[in-house]
DNA sequence: GTGGTCTAGACCACG
DNA sequence: GTGGTCTAGACCACC
């Protein structure tokens, strides 16, 4: 699992880092037992401050979703993951088909965006936060 | 055009505004020449403080989207023109049978999201800030 | 690099700080690279209130000019680069004397400022903003 | 005479009035006895609201550069010239001469303006307001 | 100790 | 009544 921090977003770097071990959770990239890189690995590979890592670490922890090990590292405990991989990516395979629809279509990313969180917003016709 | 702030999401207010403007914008509920709510509305139905409205369409205006004129209002300028209407109502709708579907497979709609953040990053197999 | 805010010229105080970072750049006294005073600095060199000057940097960062590190400080990201240093030393001392001239044959600071604006504004024979 | 308004310099509109009466006086475009604009007629070559203007012409009377005469206009008291025409010509044609060495060298206005003011900022190497 | 966010409230410029 | 400026001060995120 390689972290990617974007500075500009204006989202704390500590909360990309929890957001993104989440996902990879919900997706079934990571799974009970998997170990998450070192500190020290994510320091070296995303130029975040050591504080900054630990600091989403232990907010992990405190969310029961891993486990630190001393001296061994840090492993997740529970799964988010809530359907069944060949589920998944067949809904994957379709949405993925819909992107390049609207790509063909002229919707730039931001465009989809938009477009994909008013969807979720439930049809109100007000995007949120 | 209304306004809803999540305090919990740790997005900054004001950036929560700027963002929502310009989804508007992007999905065509606002174009040029539209005002945008008074500064006092925002206050009044979002509770946010006047300056971090003002912070927002101030922001808004430095990258060239809308135009202040004292005395009268806050203006769009300039559209972030996607596509025609009638092309996105379409992809709209198939977007919409596809969440309903990942719904009912059981995903909730933090699992939706990473699917969704995982597909637009590319197939890289890693989510974005 | 020394910030001068002038109280009555009717210029908002962010704005002057603004400029002079501009000018600054312009001149080639501050590069890419460069370190710009802290906002606690400032806030002591020039008795602006602490958000003042944190407007005018945030005004810079949009602008493309800076970028704040947090923790380390502003620094600056693209020159507003002019001319070579030897030609800007001739064209200044060329002007030097123009100025010294002025003053002897009478005219104030006002009075040449007026001049100079309406060349500037190019035989039009209307003074700018 | 004929006003302009720059709407995005930061400079209060009524100031820029003055401002430009001002200028008008110092480069001897105006005198004692000259008639200034109406307001009507500035409201309608400028766009600025009528109480803007009346503002700007309350101040100048205040300083006592102009008369405001009922019914028949508001015109020049007193000059502010300092210096003999002929001079003035001079030393414009050798400024312009100066402009034109300082675009060949390939400096912008904002170089130029930039070096002007450091200049007439007294070789102290700070820009100022 | 760095920059950044937000609040509350006074006051100004403009229409 | 519109947007804009500035202040004072509390608190947060990051190094």
Redesign the interface.
Known sequence: ??????RS????AY??LV??V???L??G?LGPGDRLPTVRDVVASSGV?ANTVLKAYRELELSGLVEARQGSGTFVKAG?G??DPE??AA??A???G??R??RE????????????????AN?E?????
Chains 1, 2, 3, 4 share one sequence.
């Open positions: 699992m390689e972290f990617r921090i974007d977003s204006g989202l704390p909360l990309q957001r993104q989440r996902e990879a919900r997706l990239w401050n988010l809530s359907a589920v998944m809904l994957r379709r949405l993925a819909w992107v629809e609207a279509a002229g919707l730039d990313t931001e465009d989809i965006d938009a477009l994909v969180r008013s969807v979720l049809g016709g007000v995007a949120v936060a």
